[in-house]
């Protein structure tokens, strides 16, 4: 048999399988066509991974990192998979077409953003495909207020054109207009629910944070898998959760029993990040979570937010400039612990929330690499799967094939059922996509911190995607783009 590339002698762990042993991978036209030893195959192109784990490429589910750059420091973190789903986009088919023409290093698809039709609905900002839109008008109190039934009906109708344009889902971004009517949340839920998709919720305030909420953000999400049959998906409940995680895992957990399909994911960072002028940031609102202003660093300009007087400027003038927000203290182990819990809940899967590049200087062409040092974002962007599997391994003591799993086919398993293409991803088997990753696990750490958020992660060696070298011996190819668009 004639294959384009051979990845030989490596260690093979695939979580779909139970796979986990030295073993040869064979590819051709885009699939892993062969696994095992001594395979009878003519290579044009041979990988020694002698020393190294061959496994599937890593499954971001939610990352708002759209561009060539934000690609590129994911695939140096072990991805082949960027989805946004969390915010979604409006229209997809314009987001679609847009990244399709420029090009993607990795593949990429999009949800159906319920925040950005209600922003169009209620508020009149049309939407642009793009997520500029929503950062542009996120404090605009317009998009926030009670929808009346007509309005409701209107971003159904939005919402539903996106799915039938293959949306990959509903992202529903409740926790920056925390007052909505809780029916028009439900009804959201039930779309999605007769559509076959799931949605991806970051919730609204849990009742810890604001005993006046119309709905604990928890309870909300449970109630409408319960009522709706729809396939919940509970965005970073590591964030949104902060140090009342426990009781919010107790919630997700009972529902979970009860046969509701509710998911989570986290990131393993104790600060979070999304733009100054959200709701949440207002300053009357910092309080409830044990904030100040000096709590959050805007990026534009590195400064720690020196008084009430500034944020209330920042949020006037550049409402959607990224910040970076302390909610945990990562060199306490208590905190810690509640990082380590979300990660480690059952079945829960591990995702970036990548945030997108923000410059302190001249932006440069698109392409730009390596970056310069004008270029800033969230060090989750760049470092979130390698920082996971160390903390996997060495501090929650999982197997390699058990912290893979998280990271891989979990995300691949969370979506297949509504996404047909997602059941040849996260796998190492004859017939799946051929979206490898082969690294050191000596090596493999995450190097961004919060003062140098572009620091490429260690360990790759080489990462396939659709079987075509994005990194090659450890070396970024500059001109590869064989990412795919993943819609329904």
Avoid at 441 to 447: K, V
């Amino acid at each position: 048999m004639r294959v384009e590339q051979l990845i030989s002698g490596g260690r093979v762990v695939d979580p779909a399988s139970g796979l986990d042993e030295l073993a040869d991978v064979a590819v051709a036209h885009g699939s892993v066509v062969a696994v095992g030893s001594a395979l009878d195959v003519e290579a044009t192109s041979i990988v020694d991974a002698t020393g190294l784990v061959v496994t599937a490429g890593f499954i971001d589910l939610h990352s708002h990192s759209h561009d060539i750059a934000g690609h590129r420091l994911q695939a140096l973190d072990g991805c082949t998979t960027v989805l946004e789903l969390e915010g979604g986009l409006l229209p997809v088919d314009a987001a679609y077409a847009r990244v399709a023409d420029e090009g993607r290093p990795l593949n990429y698809g999009f949800s159906t953003s319920w925040g950005l039709a209600r922003m169009q609905v209620i508020a009149g900002h049309p939407a642009s495909g793009l997520m500029d839109s929503f950062l542009a008008n996120i404090n605009d109190p317009a998009w926030q207020r009670l929808a009346t039934d007509d309005q409701i009906a209107q971003m159904l109708e939005l919402l539903e054109r996106d799915l039938a344009a293959g949306a990959l889902g509903i992202g529903i971004l409740v926790g920056y207009a925390p007052l909505i009517g809780p029916d028009e949340y439900v009804a959201v839920a039930r779309l999605a629910s007769e559509s076959g998709v799931p949605t991806y919720t970051h919730s609204r305030e849990i009742i810890e944070s604001n005993p006046l909420t119309p709905i604990d953000g928890a309870e909300e999400i449970v109630r409408a898998a319960g009522e709706t049959g729809a396939h919940m998906h509970y965005c970073h409940i590591n964030s949104t959760s902060r140090r009342h995680l426990d009781r919010v895992l107790a919630v997700v957990g009972r529902a979970q029993a009860a046969g509701s399909r509710v998911t989570t994911e986290a990131y393993p960072y104790g600060a979070g990040s999304t733009g100054i002028g959200a709701t949440f940031l207002d300053p009357d609102r910092l309080d409830r979570w044990g904030l100040t202003p000096s709590s959050i660093r805007y990026m534009p300009t590195g400064e720690r937010v020196a008084s009430v007087d500034r944020l209330r400027e920042l949020r006037a003038s550049d409402p959607g400039g990224l910040a970076i927000i302390d909610f945990l203290d990562e060199n306490d182990p208590v905190d810690m612990g509640y990082l380590q819990r979300a990660l480690a809940f059952p079945n829960a899967v591990v995702a970036s929330d990548a945030m997108p590049l923000t410059w302190t200087g001249a932006k440069p062409q698109p392409d730009a690499w390596p970056l310069p040092p004008q270029a800033t974002t969230h060090p989750r962007t760049a470092g979130t799967f390698a920082r996971a599997l160390r903390m996997f391994l060495d501090v929650l003591d999982l197997s390699l094939i058990e912290a893979l799993e998280k990271l891989s086919y979990g995300p691949a398993r969370l979506l297949e059922d509504s996404i047909p293409a997602m059941a040849r991803k996260g796998r190492v088997e004859v017939g799946s996509d051929a979206d490898l990753l082969v690294f050191d696990p000596a090596t493999m750490r995450d190097r961004a911190t919060y003062d140098d958020s572009t620091r490429t992660s260690t360990g790759v060696q080489h990462l396939f995607v659709h079987g075509e070298h994005v990194i090659r011996d450890g070396e970024l190819l500059l001109d590869a783009r064989p990412g795919r668009a993943i819609a329904r």
